[in-house]
């Protein structure tokens, strides 16, 4: 990166305004996320739901049939509110415009997710007043909807910031992100997925496995982009993150925790072979501990994953499950971009 002129303050990530520029590129890491992401394209159209509808009509019990309902429900409006936080929150306060194309890139892959789980509903639910309800799940079912208050409330946190200004208005920006990267998509989303996988395991809805392969792939770029954001305006003001800090981000997992042991002990209650309160509560934990490490923060529970079924999926799409971005099923990209520091 090269230096500003002499008596100058260079741009910071988290500074007011909106910087045009793109060379000299100040974040490279930011565009070749947005170029990974072009390559990891895929299309609702290739997930085949036939075998699922079998499944669902002659395999699965009340217990399980449950559980679907309540999964389909969640995310009929789960992908949503992260896309308004990201139009209504991210996009106007990270200001360097290779970030910005990477987030109108997740912007269009938060509609895509949309996408596959109306088609998920409109197959698993075809009684037009079962898909209502599912909608309004926010509304109608307490699990769901304590959920939902929990990501509004963060959303509302910085809702009237404008510009971030102050260091305590970039602490209360970093926190509305760490709460979307850690715990809705890395607390709420990896919950549902080990409850798809689960299912899987047991030789059922293949079909919705095989898409929530690619939007758990797309999910773990998400977090990813958002923790190099915290890494990076750290770096660049050390002071940000402070044991208040620190303790706000322990004390929001928790709560997401909780908010997520309550959906599953409604998303369990008709007692699914296989899955107990106690294993999901463990798992959740893992979860947030693996979110602190992400974070740079020492973890808070100390708890193992308990399903060995998560070991046991596709390894080409699930690499590392909790570490590593997976490269299967990328389309090609032409061209390269040379990144000169001194440029």
Known sequence: MSNPPSGTRRQLLLDPGFELTLRPMRYPQFYEMYRNAIRNTWTVEEVDFSLDTRDLAHKVGPAERHLIER??????????IVSNNL????????????????LSRQLYEEALHVQFYLTLLDTY????????????????????????????????????????????QRRRFLLNL?????????????????????????????GLAAGTNWVF?????????????????????????????????????CEAVDCEVAFAEDTLSGGVAGLSIRDMREYLQYCADQRLAQLGFAKHFGARNPFGFMDLQDVQELTNFFE???????????????FDEAF
Not at 227 to 238: K, M, S, W, Y
């Open 71 to 80: 999964l389909v429900a969640f995310f009929a409006t789960g992908d949503s």
């Open 125 to 168: 639910l075809p009684d037009p007043e079962a898909r209502a309800k599912a909608f309004a799940a926010t509304e109608n079912i307490p699990s769901i909807r304590r959920k939902a208050e929990f990501c509004f409330k963060w959303i509302d946190s910085i809702q009237e910031l404008d510009r971030i200004e102050t260091a305590d």
């Open 87 to 102: 139009v209504l929150n991210l996009y106007q306060h990270i200001n360097a415009p290779e970030a910005r194309m990477y």
């Open 178 to 206: 760490v709460c979307f990267a850690a715990c809705i998509e890395g607390l709420f989303f990896f919950g549902a997925f080990a409850y798809v996988y689960y299912l899987r395991s047991r030789g059922l809805l293949n």
């Open 217 to 253: 792939r797309d999910e773990s770029c998400h977090m990813a982009f958002a923790f190099e954001v915290i890494r990076t305006a750290r770096e660049e003001e050390p002071d940000l993150v402070d044991d208040d800090f620190r303790r706000q981000v322990v004390e929001m997992l």
């Open 324 to 338: 590593r971005r997976v490269s299967a099923y990328q389309v090609g990209v032409q061209g390269e971009v040379a």
